[in-house]
């Protein structure tokens, strides 16, 4: 049995005519009356009382004629629904992010996103940047939002630039040094530090360390967090300063002054990694949403051009 048999099946039992139906169909009547009496002789049941002009249903032909009608309108759902999928209108997409560094484009790419497919869910996992590589090599997350890792990490994946933050010093407004419109690295080397967690940001403490090499140091590490929020919490107290993008600013609001480095080291670099094979409808869709974001608020005049690699 064969859909095509139910779809004749079913406009016989509309038209009760198989004449009309077979101009309905755009078959030959002949071949349309040997398709349903092969589906009569594959179930053993007669659904059909043929007479001259007209045909009947038999009881057996008016129960099947419900459950014929279900399955092309399941089978039709079905090629709607992967048609959907295909052009990103439907299904699910995972997206890894770093929270710190998407606070100001992540809300908003969600919310075009959102607009452009609304059929579509997009599931978020604060990963670290390794598990996010990771993830996305694999094939479990379709999308990652970080730091642009070196080209040895990408292990063949691809990025796409969208947006570059300075690095600033955070400290609480009534820190000595706030009082200044920067801040010389020489500055803050006796200063305790309050930074990220060694094990889940790697190539945080790698910036650290490339950072006070410049003035022959190291940095005075004070305390490990293993997020944005504890990290202002701690800094607000006076546990240490932070060394972060200015976009962490966002989070913390007037909790905290951010002033820039001098001399400014290079920007921090918020990239999406993806695997181009495995790129869906919907995962393109929202890289497009990440890349048109509109901030209100104005960047670093040094920001360059988004650009693939």
């Given at each position: 049995?064969?859909?095509?048999?139910?779809?004749?099946?079913?406009?016989?039992a509309?038209?009760?005519?198989?004449?009309?139906?077979?101009?309905?169909?755009?078959?030959?009547?002949?071949?349309?009356?040997?398709?349903?009496?092969?589906?009569?002789?594959?179930?053993?049941?007669?659904?059909?009382?043929?007479?001259?002009?007209?045909?009947?249903?038999t009881?057996?032909?008016?129960?099947?004629?419900?459950?014929?009608?279900?399955?092309?309108?399941?089978?039709?759902?079905?090629?709607?629904?992967?048609?959907?999928?295909?052009?990103?209108?439907?299904?699910?997409?995972?997206?890894g992010?770093?929270?710190?560094l998407?606070?100001?484009?992540?809300?908003?790419?969600?919310?075009?996103?959102?607009?452009?497919?609304?059929?579509?869910?997009?599931?978020?996992?604060?990963?670290?940047?390794?598990?996010?590589?990771?993830?996305v090599?694999?094939?479990?997350?379709?999308?990652?939002?970080?730091?642009?890792?070196?080209?040895?990490?990408?292990r063949?994946?691809?990025?796409?630039?969208?947006?570059?933050?300075?690095?600033?010093?955070?400290?609480?407004?009534?820190?000595?040094?706030?009082?200044?419109?920067?801040?010389?690295?020489?500055?803050?080397?006796?200063e305790?530090?309050?930074?990220?967690s060694?094990?889940?940001?790697?190539?945080?403490?790698?910036?650290?360390?490339?950072?006070?090499?410049?003035?022959?140091r190291?940095?005075?590490?004070?305390?490990?967090?293993?997020?944005?929020?504890?990290?202002?919490?701690?800094?607000?107290?006076?546990?240490?300063?932070?060394?972060?993008?200015?976009?962490?600013?966002?989070l913390?609001g007037?909790?905290?002054?951010?002033l820039?480095?001098?001399?400014?080291?290079?920007?921090?670099?918020?990239?999406?990694v993806?695997?181009?094979?495995?790129?869906?409808?919907?995962?393109?869709?929202f890289?497009?949403?990440?890349?048109?974001?509109?901030?209100?608020?104005?960047?670093?005049?040094?920001?360059?051009?988004?650009?693939?690699r």
């Amino acid at each position: 049995m064969e859909l095509r048999h139910l779809r004749y099946f079913v406009t016989v039992a509309e038209l009760l005519n198989f004449t009309k139906a077979a101009q309905r169909l755009r078959v030959a009547q002949p071949a349309l009356s040997r398709q349903i009496r092969d589906l009569e002789a594959e179930l053993s049941v007669p659904l059909l009382e043929r007479g001259p002009r007209t045909a009947k249903l038999t009881e057996a032909g008016a129960a099947f004629l419900g459950e014929a009608r279900a399955i092309l309108q399941r089978a039709d759902d079905a090629v709607k629904l992967a048609r959907a999928v295909a052009r990103g209108e439907r299904g699910e997409i995972h997206v890894g992010y770093a929270p710190s560094l998407t606070t100001e484009v992540l809300p908003c790419a969600l919310h075009s996103f959102h607009n452009a497919a609304p059929g579509v869910h997009v599931k978020l996992h604060d990963f670290s940047s390794e598990e996010m590589l990771r993830g996305v090599g694999e094939g479990r997350l379709h999308l990652g939002l970080m730091a642009r890792p070196s080209e040895r990490a990408l292990r063949g994946l691809q990025f796409e630039l969208l947006r570059e933050y300075p690095i600033c010093v955070a400290m609480p407004p009534k820190h000595r040094l706030a009082r200044g419109k920067m801040v010389a690295l020489e500055q803050i080397t006796d200063e305790p530090l309050v930074v990220y967690s060694r094990a889940e940001y790697p190539e945080y403490h790698a910036m650290l360390v490339d950072l006070f090499a410049k003035i022959g140091r190291l940095p005075r590490l004070a305390e490990e967090h293993d997020s944005a929020p504890s990290l202002i919490a701690a800094a607000e107290i006076g546990r240490g300063l932070v060394i972060a993008p200015a976009c962490l600013g966002i989070l913390a609001g007037g909790r905290l002054k951010f002033l820039p480095l001098h001399p400014a080291p290079p920007l921090i670099q918020l990239v999406a990694v993806f695997d181009p094979h495995r790129l869906t409808g919907a995962a393109t869709k929202f890289l497009a949403a990440a890349r048109s974001v509109e901030i209100s608020r104005p960047l670093p005049d040094s920001r360059r051009r988004n650009r693939s690699r």
